[in-house]
Every structure is written in structure tokens, then in C-alpha cells.
């Protein structure tokens, strides 16, 4: 989608030893609207494409879109993934309502340890839980769509192990190997 007067959006990034900052201008990303998808051309592409990801910051923009997206591959066995982004995106009410609609088309939800801990804190779950426990609780959160398929949640940790944990009950940790500084 173009928008005339407005410029493609921007990100700075500030790397500084092991910490890292970024910095958005969302500029015409943060315009974008459900009819665009709508268009004929634009169902093509959807028709055509097999895998759907977002952001999770595009719930602040056009959530009706995910929603959309997230529906046409649960009806068509296609895969649907989201990034919750921030935690921030499960901690606002209004953002966090539209990442639930969004849940039920999910395939595969990916997120760090801070997002974890932030939607188990949303959710009202024991702070106690470990990474992997909020994993697999989400993997069997609301009423999956696409029963051909099972939900995968992805939880990095840094340097720590990766979680992934399906909803048929199964939890694998992959190692993250050193690198060299």
C-alpha cells in the first residue's frame, strides 16, 4: 500500500556491548487499512501464498486484517504465524483483545522471555511459572480453528534454551550455541 504524503516507515537500531535499543517511525505502516487487503488484487497474493506471519505490532494498526489473514488459512489448511513483538501488545487491553481473536487461527506464535512473562502476567497465571509452563499453557488457550494442524508457541531466551512446546503436549528445548563476542 502506498500513501502519498507519507513516507515508508523507519527503524534505528543502537547496539552497545550485549544491549541493544530500537527505535520506530511506523509513518505510512501505521496507516494501513482493511480495505487495501480487500482488494482484488491483493486477494490474489493471499489466494496464492501458503504461510502468513505478522508482527504483533500490526494489531495497533489494522487488526481486522489479522483476523482476516488468520481465517482464510485456518478455512484453507494454510499456515498462520504471529510475533507478540513487545510485551506491551498483551499488556494494553485493546491490543491484547486483538491478539486473543487473532489466537484461534494461530500455527505458530513465536515471543521471548519477557513477552512470555508478560501474557502469562495478562492472563493472570502464577508469576511463578517457568518459560516453557506459559508455552505450553498457551498452546492450549481458546479453540484452535485448523484441527489439522497443531499450535506451536516459540519462546526464545537469549542465550538460553528456545522453547518450543506444541499443543499435542509435547515440549522440546533446542540449545542456543555461544557466539564469540
Not at 506471519?53 to 484453507?76: C, D, I, M, Q, R
Not at 508469576?127 to 489439522?148: F, P, R
Request: hydrophobic residues 45%; charged residues 20%.
Amino acid at each position: 500500500m502506498e500513501v502519498d504524503d507519507t513516507p515508508t516507515g523507519t527503524c534505528a537500531v543502537l547496539v552497545h556491548g550485549k544491549e541493544r535499543g530500537l527505535v520506530a517511525n511506523l509513518a505510512a505502516a501505521n496507516l494501513y487499512k482493511f480495505d487495501h487487503l480487500q482488494q482484488e488484487s491483493m486477494q490474489a497474493i493471499v489466494s496464492s501464498a501458503q504461510f502468513f506471519y505478522s508482527a504483533g505490532f500490526f494489531l495497533t494498526v489494522s487488526p481486522e486484517s489479522a483476523v482476516s489473514l488468520g481465517k482464510h488459512a485456518a478455512e484453507n489448511n494454510k499456515v498462520f504465524c504471529m510475533n507478540i513483538s513487545a510485551p506491551f501488545l498483551v499488556q494494553v487491553p485493546p491490543f491484547k483483545a486483538a491478539m486473543m481473536s487473532c489466537l484461534p487461527y494461530m500455527d505458530f506464535l513465536f515471543g521471548n522471555e519477557s513477552e512470555a512473562a508478560a501474557f502469562a502476567e495478562s492472563e493472570g497465571w502464577e508469576s511463578s511459572l517457568s518459560v516453557a509452563e506459559v508455552a505450553k499453557k498457551i498452546t492450549t488457550l481458546g479453540d484452535k480453528v485448523n484441527k489439522q494442524r497443531p499450535r506451536y508457541v516459540v519462546f526464545t531466551q537469549g542465550a538460553d534454551k528456545t522453547i518450543v512446546a506444541c499443543s499435542d503436549g509435547s515440549l522440546t528445548e533446542y540449545p542456543v550455541p555461544a557466539v564469540p563476542a
